[in-house]
């Protein structure tokens, strides 16, 4: 890399201005604290605004992480779907953790999700799956997600071949849903809130579990 694009990438710097977060503001529970944020991120038309970083171990012992979506979120953690025979899903199987990470860069935000994760029932996955396009089902049975491919080709043959053995007639389950498709729920133990600030003095809420069970908000520094 020349030494023009290293200087460049040293002088990127944006000041946060656009809001703050006070402990008078905070939600006692961070469910509702997101319920808050998320409403506020979709008012301001955020594109993908459920869009969420995924981490995980990987197999080799080094983290890894893609970008998924966000399909649900309640007190009983958040859910999204995939492959099960992914990368991640082979992850998720020899290390059931995860970290997840919102970032709304246009309200100059971020929320940081750790926990345990476990699989979604085969009703749930089936709930969703039905929910999904005819062509994002399909695209659930002709992926052969994270294994290499000859060439786009082979992809397009594969499509062809699943829209020919499930056509669609209109019905949800015209397209049944794989073996090797479901979801998965990341069940937080801590939840972080993070407001951009001037000077970097960044608003830093964590959320973790007192020995009572219930939810405390502690102010972390930047």
Known sequence: MSDSIHQKISELRQEYRKGSLLRANLEACPFKQFEKWFTEAVTASIPDANA????????DGIPNARTVLMKEFTTGGVTFFTNRHSNKGKELAASPVAALLFFWKELERQVHVRGEVEQTTRE???AYFFS???????GAWASLQSEEIPK?????DRVSEFEAKFPDNGEPD????????GGYRVIPNSIEFWQGQPGRKHDRFRYGKGDDGEWLAKRISP
């Open 174 to 181: 015209c397209v049944p849903l794989p073996e090797h498709w």
């Open 132 to 138: 999904r396009p005819y062509d994002a089902r399909i």
């Open 152 to 156: 786009r080709e082979w992809l397009s």
């Open 124 to 126: 749930e996955s089936q």
């Open 52 to 59: 969420m970083t995924l981490s995980t171990i990987g197999l």
